[in-house]
Nanobody, 126 residues
């Protein structure tokens, strides 16, 4: 049984930083894809960043590539998302995801996700 458990969300001032983590079990991400999505208020869920086959390929959405960093810790099956320079428009629910194939379509990739975490809320105040 695959489980993805996110943590690290919370409130932060604009310009601040947050790091999200996703503890994965039952999923061999070294040969598949994991990533982070987010759903902003009133918007569709969108791809933030993905990592294919433990870093063979990495994708970032344009608006986040200079501020967000996705990484994996192979030792304990954890996926991380480091976010710096947070903006109020980053506020929303962030989801860890796992699946097969390579995700690089910001709005289309949610259809390709096989497993979702429950999400963690991020609130950025200006």
């Amino acid at each position: 049984q695959v489980q993805l458990v996110e943590s690290g969300g919370g409130s932060v001032q604009a310009g601040g930083s947050l790091t999200l983590s996703c503890a994965a079990s039952g999923f061999h991400y070294s040969s598949n894809c994991m990533g982070w999505f987010r759903q902003l208020p009133g918007k569709d869920r969108e791809l933030v960043a993905s990592m294919y086959r433990a870093g063979q390929s990495t994708y970032y959405a344009d608006s986040m590539k200079d501020r967000f960093t996705v990484s994996q810790d192979n030792a304990d099956n954890t996926l991380w998302l480091q976010m710096i320079g947070q903006k109020s428009e980053d506020s929303g629910r962030y989801y860890c995801a796992a699946g097969y194939g390579y995700w690089s379509d910001p709005l289309g990739s949610p259809r390709d996700v096989t497993f979702w975490g429950q999400g963690t809320q991020v609130t950025v105040s200006s």
